[in-house]
Structures are given as structure tokens and as C-alpha cells.
């Protein structure tokens, strides 16, 4: 059984800083392209960041270059997302994805960015 499990959501003010993690467990790991998406109140799904099975390339939303960051360990089957400098209209809830023939989603970890 697949299973992505998102961990690292929260409350943060603007400005500062948090780290998303996937585990994932069901599937092998380095094999997959793995991507974060998220999505806001009232707004469709969107994609932040991806990268490829070996890590060797990475893609991310014009909206949060230079601020995100998207990595992998396929040792420990988990992807992240260091996210910094972050603003209020990065409040969303962040699913992770895996993607292969088909895709997987974690159930999601809700960010919010506010005073």
C-alpha cells in the first residue's frame, strides 16, 4: 500500500521559515518523480516544486523561486521543502505527490503564513 505522509506544517509569521518533509513508504522511492503542490481557499491546485528521481533536476513556480527550495534523500525515502522568507499568500495546504506511471498524494499539511 502507498502511503505519502506529509509533517512540518504550521503557523509562521512573514518572514520567516519552515521545512516540509513526505515520507513515503509502498513504493520504490527512487524510481519516482516527486513534486509539492498546494492549494488555497477557494483556488485550484498548484504546483511549487519538482524533481526528478535522481534528484538531478529540480523546477519550481515563478511565485516562489528564490525563496523555496526542493530536495530528496532517497535513503530515507522522504522529499522536502525549505521554504523561507515566506509571505502570507503562501498559506495554503502543501500535498506532496509522487509521480511514475501513476501518481500517489499525501492527505496534505496546512501553512499559513500571518501576524
Not at 533536476?57 to 523561507?84: E, H, P
Request: glycine share 12%; aromatic share 8%; with cysteine.
Amino acid at each position: 500500500q502507498v502511503q505519502l505522509v506529509e509533517s512540518g506544517g504550521g503557523l509562521v509569521q512573514p518572514g520567516g521559515s519552515l521545512r516540509l518533509a513526505c515520507a513515503a513508504s509502498g513504493v520504490s522511492f527512487a524510481g519516482y518523480a516527486m513534486s509539492w503542490h498546494r492549494q488555497a481557499p477557494g483556488k485550484e491546485r498548484e504546483l511549487v516544486a519538482s524533481i526528478a528521481s535522481t534528484g538531478g533536476s529540480t523546477k519550481y513556480a515563478d511565485s516562489v523561486k528564490g525563496r523555496f527550495t526542493i530536495s530528496r534523500d532517497n535513503s530515507k525515502n522522504t522529499v522536502y521543502l525549505q521554504m523561507n522568507s515566506l509571505k502570507p499568500e503562501d498559506t495554503a495546504v502543501y500535498y506532496c505527490k509522487a509521480q511514475r506511471l501513476v501518481a500517489y498524494w499525501g492527505q496534505g499539511t496546512q501553512v499559513t503564513v500571518s501576524e
